[in-house]
């Protein structure tokens, strides 16, 4: 059986979906340590001004390895972010279908980052019919025997741009095509064509 590790990630992107198909089962990290300016707390979308970054912001006080790290309670984030992405989204194709099991996700979002990633990575995975193992790591391994390690993969200081081709977008009348946005850009444009997709990358 192919299996993969992953860093967790909040709406990953395109690129970090099509490797994690690839695997019949993966192993998603918990035990690294939060890393600032990572996936593990941002997605960008296509706003109506170009790429908008939604971001977690994280409590201080309850940081240190993801499974540890909590969101700042004070953030009323998981309200700002639906309302992004309905405004984003919402003449899609594909969103009414799936806004209301994202509108669930945010109105039950847990306080703990790995439980966010979790769930929203569930999503997509169920969304795609992915036929994909998930797990969550049991302890910290610097090196995994007979796992393909991809944890140090995906990052948007190093946003890659390596795509199949483009793909309808609301605003691509605005500004042109947006490479390697959120996976949810993919899956509101793209519906059920969205697995293929990756599938090409």
Same mark, same amino acid.
């Given at each position: 059986?192919?299996?993969?590790? +992953?860093?967790?990630?909040?709406?990953?992107?395109?690129?970090?979906?099509?490797?994690?198909?690839?695997?019949?089962?993966?192993?998603?990290?918990?035990?690294?340590?939060?890393?600032?300016?990572?996936?593990?707390?941002?997605?960008?979308?296509?706003?109506?001004?170009?790429?908008?970054?939604?971001?977690?912001?994280?409590?201080?006080?309850?940081?240190?390895?993801?499974?540890?790290?909590?969101?700042?309670?004070?953030?009323?984030?998981?309200?700002?972010?639906?309302?992004?992405?309905?405004?984003?989204?919402?003449?899609?194709?594909? +969103?009414?279908?799936?806004?209301?099991?994202?509108?669930?996700?945010?109105?039950?979002?847990?306080?703990?980052?790995?439980?966010?990633?979790?769930?929203?990575?569930?999503?997509?995975?169920?969304?795609?019919?992915?036929?994909?193992?998930?797990?969550?790591?049991?302890?910290?391994?610097?090196?995994?025997?007979?796992?393909?390690?991809?944890?140090?993969?995906?990052?948007?200081?190093?946003?890659? +741009?390596?795509?199949?081709?483009?793909?309808?977008?609301?605003?691509?009348?605005?500004?042109?095509?947006?490479?390697?946005?959120?996976?949810?850009?993919?899956? +509101?444009?793209?519906?059920?064509?969205?697995?293929?997709?990756?599938?090409?990358?």
């Amino acid at each position: 059986m192919k299996k993969g590790l +992953f860093s967790l990630s909040y709406w990953g992107p395109i690129s970090y979906y099509a490797k994690l198909i690839r695997y019949e089962e993966v192993v998603l990290e918990q035990f690294d340590n939060f890393q600032k300016q990572s996936y593990r707390n941002r997605c960008y979308i296509d706003g109506p001004n170009g790429a908008l970054m939604l971001n977690l912001s994280i409590d201080h006080l309850h940081k240190g390895l993801m499974k540890e790290t909590r969101i700042a309670p004070e953030q009323n984030w998981s309200q700002q972010h639906w309302q992004a992405l309905q405004t984003s989204y919402n003449n899609s194709p594909f +969103f009414d279908s799936l806004a209301p099991e994202i509108q669930s996700f945010y109105e039950h979002a847990p306080a703990h980052l790995a439980e966010v990633n979790l769930a929203s990575t569930r999503l997509v995975l169920k969304w795609l019919r992915a036929d994909v193992k998930l797990h969550l790591s049991e302890s910290w391994q610097a090196t995994w025997p007979e796992i393909q390690d991809h944890r140090q993969d995906f990052s948007p200081k190093k946003r890659s +741009f390596v795509q199949a081709k483009p793909y309808p977008q609301v605003f691509d009348h605005k500004h042109g095509f947006q490479p390697e946005l959120s996976i949810l850009d993919l899956i +509101f444009n793209e519906g059920p064509a969205a697995y293929d997709y990756l599938q090409e990358l």
